[in-house]
C-alpha cells in the first residue's frame, strides 16, 4: 500500500528564514504528489502539485517543491518565511483518486 | 467561481444519535470525496461519489454512508455516533478523472458527547 512520512511533526523556524519540510512517499509508479496547507479551523488549501515533467514545481504564496524520484522525496521549499504561513502542512499522493496523507507537519513562525 | 461549501460548519451530539453532514461541490465538479480528520489518525479517506455512484471506499464501518444527488451535492450519514466519531469532516471535490486535482471545503466540526 502506498504510504507517506512526514518526518517532522513540528518546525520552528525565525520569520524571514528559509524553510524546508520534508515528505517522503512509496509508490511503485510515477507518483500525483500534493502540498495541501490547513490553518486552525479551516480546510485544506492547495499549495501545489505535481504530476510529471518538471521535477520543480511552483505554487502559491511563493512555495516550490522538488520531485526527487530516487529519494522517493518531494520536499516543500520556501526562501523567506512571513508570519502569516504558520499553519500546518500535509503532504499527499493521489491513490486512484483517493488521497493518502502524511501525518502533517506543523509550523510555527517566530518574529 | 465559488468553492467548495459545507453545512454545517459545527454539530454537536450525543452517543447513538445519527448526523447528516452535506457538501455542495465546485460548479461543474462530478467527484466528491469524503475525508475524516482526528489528532490521533490524522487525515483519513471515506469514500468517494461520482455521477451518483460510490467509487471509492475506505476502511470504515457501515455506520458511515454517503450519496449522491444529481446535481452533484453529496451527503454524509454517520448513525450510532460513538464519542470517536468526534473529528472535522472535510469534503473534497474535483472534475472526476482519477488524477484530477482535489478542492477542499472549511470542513463540519461534529462533537460526540
Known amino acids: 500500500a502506498q504510504s507517506v512520512t512526514q518526518p517532522d511533526i513540528h518546525i520552528t523556524v525565525s520569520e524571514g528564514a528559509s524553510l524546508e519540510l520534508r515528505c517522503n512517499y512509496s509508490y511503485g509508479a510515477t507518483p500525483y504528489l500534493f502540498w495541501y496547507v490547513q490553518s486552525p479551523g479551516q480546510g485544506l488549501q492547495l499549495l501545489l502539485k505535481y504530476f510529471s515533467g518538471d521535477t520543480l514545481v511552483q505554487g502559491i504564496k511563493g512555495f516550490e517543491a522538488e520531485f526527487k524520484r530516487s529519494q522517493s522525496s518531494f520536499n516543500l521549499r520556501k526562501p523567506s518565511v512571513h508570519w502569516s504561513d504558520a499553519a500546518e502542512y500535509f503532504c499527499a499522493v493521489n491513490q486512484g483518486g483517493k488521497l493518502i496523507f502524511g501525518q502533517g507537519t506543523e509550523l510555527s513562525v517566530k518574529p | 467561481k465559488a468553492g467548495v461549501t459545507q453545512t454545517p460548519r459545527y454539530l454537536i451530539k450525543t452517543r447513538g444519535q445519527q448526523v447528516t453532514l452535506s457538501c455542495s461541490p465546485i460548479?461543474?465538479?462530478?467527484?466528491v470525496s469524503w475525508y475524516q480528520q482526528t489528532p490521533g489518525q490524522g487525515l483519513q479517506f471515506l469514500f468517494e461519489?461520482?455521477?451518483?455512484?460510490?467509487?471509492n471506499k475506505g476502511n470504515f464501518p457501515g455506520r458511515f454512508s454517503g450519496r449522491q444527488f444529481s446535481n452533484s451535492r453529496s451527503e454524509m450519514n454517520v448513525s450510532t455516533l460513538e464519542l470517536g466519531d468526534s473529528a472535522l469532516y472535510l469534503c473534497?471535490?474535483?472534475?472526476?478523472?482519477?488524477?484530477?486535482?482535489?478542492?477542499f471545503g472549511p470542513g463540519t466540526r461534529l462533537t460526540v458527547l
Open positions: 460548479s461543474g465538479h462530478r467527484s
Open positions: 473534497a471535490s474535483s472534475l472526476g478523472g482519477f488524477t484530477d486535482t482535489q478542492y
Open positions: 461519489y461520482f455521477s451518483e455512484t460510490q467509487r
